[in-house]
């Protein structure tokens, strides 16, 4: 009776818990109005589909967010990355390997912009990604023009649209390794510990011999990498390198991000946290869709439900302290 | 009416730590009454007492026989108290007469501010006091002495009658000490109580009329300033027994050769600083905060550049670039501030431990072995008698004594091969036990052959653990004391010279 007692204490201690209910939640409570498409096998993988453009972004603003700063350049800057792969295919003929080098060189230097900004010249990443945002934006727009730039190359269609055994997208599989990818970076590598002692205590960092700068251009040039990629995914998918892309994206990393634990200022949180973020907004959003709610309505609801997560997370923190105060106390 | 201030048995404790304890005096109006007593004798904590940030403690405190209790730094100021502090507490951005103003600004129609009464009231103050500045200078652009000015304006427009400085003259030249002088003694010949905190005795000799002296969080006595002597002021801010933490100490008798050497050193903080330092040897830097020992510790460390002198290290000359250049060759810094500089607070004791052994526990160049983190985190719990049930506790959890250990843990762990390590206010805030082991510790660290400098604002500590001592003030060396001279009256003497 005891032991049952504590595993289920424990189940409801973990920090995932209100995500994992959440989430659960969301699922049963769209499932019921839907009367079962939810639950569909065809309805599940679309939601999974939609993710593989999120799910990078939002490793690569986990990273970043975890050394305690933000990239909100990251939409604007993915779009010009699939403008890059755009020009360098169509334009000037290059194979389709050389584009997405290409499309990545440019998601690295606007990375390293973005780094140099906030590390040497000391701006908040706040300011300094809202500049290179419209930077990159304007940029996408002069090079793509009004219609945007044709993707033609039969790899890069395959890339965007190609299925396992006819049912699995290699868009969904892409999503679940990059998440795994990721999380074993962030759990196990040297580069990993590193962010999370910088985004813990930056003054601390540099007073036991890491170097603060290296760990910040490491997050930020691999957010850039992150944004380009899920540009030209994004471009391969609807065949078009175009103005704007995915330049509406840059907060949606952050949502999820947040929802999932990763918070301002540094040190925490995980890419679990972050994969669960992930799924709630898109389970949610998938959910509206289904019961035919108006997409402007959609986009105000996916803020209420943050603010929501916000809310839960809050409460179980304060919850949490109270319990580690009265632990303390009664050590003492 | 003659006014006066009357402390009654005034008690506090802090967590682990008696501040004040049974302190009983009074201070008449029309005269300037120094504080005076080393770091951490209770002055500070009287004032917040006094200025309403404190507002559980024993006993009572009478104005004018009145009792008062002060739930909130407001209530002391409708009290008319004014406690003007070293950081001052204006809005730079704002003007000299919003600042002087600001809770009381005069209104004028439809809520607004009637900008030319306000201007015309400053005005009034400014040339009450004979002050050149305009009232609608801004702040910010102030020197910080005519800043600190302002900041009596507003206790003066306020009419308070009692006004505390704590340790005011420290950021001023010396015309600015003669100006702000002249507005003290003002304020004391309109008969107002006027609490003056400071370090420094020439000072003390200049302005006050009474000093009142204050050890180890008790009131020890108040003399008449003109009656008394720097000697007799410093025998009395000193005099205690020292407690038999020190007793069964087992010190390192056998000092090695020399192997760090300062020769005029100096970066943007501190100056010509020279020292050496021998194998096995405790050196401890001395004197008053903000002196200067911090920042010669940050230079051998390599956290703050320097600009001109040498530093020879192992019979080289070296000049750390960075904290890491300086632990490359096992120089190793646990610096002042535990929580801001030293733990990732938000990490277990695991992870802290490893932070800069990474390199050496982790596998295929790229990973982080668990395993040899792990082991190297569950010796310093052992060595060091870390009290926790695991080492993935956070560290924010842990008492303040075992944050310090985990943070020697770091350092001295076989991964790291620490030669010289530097202690900056190692006790700071942990209690008496915790003290005992760190003390032990250090003695431990110098049989070992390590060179260890140690800063400390207890006196005592550095006394009884250090093989040399060097005192600083304002940056600079002032003295040099062997471990058979050093004397608590000695270090304080030269920590106040001038």
């Known amino acids: 009776m005891k032991k049952e007692n504590s595993i289920l204490r424990r189940v409801f201690e973990h920090k995932y818990f209100t995500l994992v209910l959440v989430l659960i939640l969301i699922f049963i409570v769209f499932g019921i109005i839907t009367g079962g498409i939810m639950f569909n096998p065809i309805n599940i993988r679309n939601i999974l589909n939609l993710t593989t453009i999120t799910a990078i972004l939002t490793c690569g603003q986990a990273c970043v967010m975890i050394t305690g700063e933000i990239d909100l350049s990251c939409g604007a800057v993915g779009t010009c990355g699939g403008v890059a792969l755009g020009w360098a295919v169509t334009n000037w003929g290059l194979p389709w390997w050389v584009g997405i080098l290409f499309g990545c060189v440019v998601g690295l230097a606007f990375g390293a912009v973005n780094a140099l900004l906030v590390n040497q010249f000391k701006m908040e990443s706040f300011i300094s990604g809202i500049a290179l945002y419209s930077v990159a934006k304007g940029l996408g727009y002069t090079f793509a023009g009004s219609i945007g730039i044709a993707l033609t190359d039969s790899v890069l269609k395959t890339i965007g649209s190609a299925k396992i055994g006819k049912a699995i997208p290699v868009s969904v599989i892409i999503s679940i390794a990059i998440f795994i990818i990721y999380g074993i970076i962030l759990s196990t590598t040297k580069i990993g510990r590193k962010m999370f002692i910088l985004g813990g205590n930056r003054t601390a960092t540099r007073l036991v011999g890491l170097n603060p700068t290296r760990i910040s251009y490491f997050a930020f040039m691999n957010c850039g990498l992150c944004s380009a990629l899920a540009g030209m995914m994004y471009a391969c998918r609807v065949f078009n390198a175009t103005a704007t892309g995915i330049s509406s994206e840059q907060f949606i990393g952050v949502e999820c991000c947040m929802l999932g634990g990763i918070m301002f200022g540094g040190g925490s949180g995980g890419m679990v946290g972050a994969f669960l973020g992930m799924m709630i907004i898109n389970v949610f959003n998938n959910g509206l869709s289904l019961t035919g709610v108006d997409p402007y309505w959609q986009v105000a609801c996916s803020g209420i439900i943050l603010v929501a997560a916000m809310l839960i997370d809050f409460l179980n923190k304060k919850r949490q302290n109270k319990l580690m105060i009265a632990k303390m106390n009664a050590e003492r | ?498």
């Not at chain 2, 009454?33 to 559980?56: F, H, Q, R």
């Not at chain 2, 340790?167 to 000490?177: G, K, Q, R, S």
């Not at chain 2, 260890?452 to 003295?479: A, F, K, M, R, Y």
Request: aromatic letters at 6%.
């Open chain 2, 1 to 498: 009416m003659e006014q006066y201030l009357e402390f009654q048995n005034i008690g506090k404790t802090f967590p682990g730590v008696q501040a004040l304890k049974d302190v009983s005096f009074r201070m008449d109006g029309g005269k300037i009454v120094a504080l005076m007593g080393e770091n951490g004798a209770g002055k500070s904590t009287l004032l917040k007492i006094l200025s309403g940030e404190i507002n559980d403690y024993e006993g009572k405190v009478l104005i004018n026989g009145v009792e008062h209790h002060f739930s909130t730094p407001k209530d002391a100021i409708n009290a008319s108290i004014s406690v003007i502090y070293q950081e001052r507490q204006l809005v730079s951005q704002m003007n000299v007469m919003e600042n002087i103003f600001m809770e009381d600004l005069p209104g004028g129609k439809f809520g607004m501010v009637n900008m030319n009464q306000l201007k015309k009231r400053t005005q009034e103050l400014i040339d009450l006091f004979g002050i050149n500045i305009r009232p609608t200078d801004t702040v910010g652009t102030l020197s910080v002495a005519y800043q600190q000015m302002v900041e009596i304006m507003k206790s003066y427009r306020r009419d308070s009658h009692i006004i505390a400085f704590d340790e005011p003259t420290a950021p001023l030249t010396d015309t600015e000490i003669d100006i702000l002088f002249r507005l003290i003694k003002q304020l004391r010949d309109e008969g107002k109580i006027v609490i003056y905190v400071s370090h420094r005795m020439n000072e003390i000799f200049r302005i006050t009329d009474e000093v009142v002296i204050m050890k180890d969080g008790r009131f020890v006595d108040k003399v008449a300033t003109a009656e008394t002597t720097e000697a007799e002021l410093i025998k009395k801010m000193v005099g205690r027994d020292i407690g038999d933490t020190y007793a069964g100490l087992k010190r390192n008798e056998h000092l090695g050769d020399v192997f760090l050497e300062l020769k005029n050193v100096t970066t943007d903080y501190v100056s010509d600083i020279s020292l050496t330092l021998r194998k096995g040897e405790v050196l401890g830097l001395a004197g008053l905060a903000g002196a200067g020992r911090t920042e010669t510790a940050r230079a051998i460390f390599g956290a703050d550049p320097i600009i001109s002198g040498k530093m020879i290290y192992n019979g080289q000359e070296f000049r750390p670039k960075s904290p890491k250049d300086a632990i490359d060759k096992g120089i190793a810094l646990c610096p002042e501030d535990r929580k801001e500089q030293g733990l990732i607070l938000n990490m277990s004791i695991c992870k802290n431990v490893s932070a800069p052994v990474l390199n050496k526990v982790s596998t295929m160049g790229a990973f982080v072995s668990r395993k040899e983190e792990s082991a190297v985190a569950e010796k310093a719990v052992e060595t060091y008698a870390i009290k926790t049930p695991t080492i993935d506790k956070i560290t924010k959890e842990l008492s303040g004594g075992n944050q310090q250990k985990v943070i020697l843990g770091r350092w001295m762990s076989d991964k790291v091969d620490t030669k010289l390590l530097i202690l900056d206010e190692p006790t700071k805030g942990i209690d008496v036990g915790a003290k005992a082991e760190v003390y032990r510790m250090i003695c431990e660290f110098a049989r070992q052959g390590i060179g260890v400098i140690l800063i400390s604002s207890e006196l005592t500590e550095v006394i009884n653990l250090c093989d040399n001592i060097i005192v600083l003030h304002n940056g600079h060396i002032t003295g040099e004391l062997r471990r058979e001279e050093a004397t608590e009256e000695n270090v304080l003497t030269l920590a106040m010279k001038d």
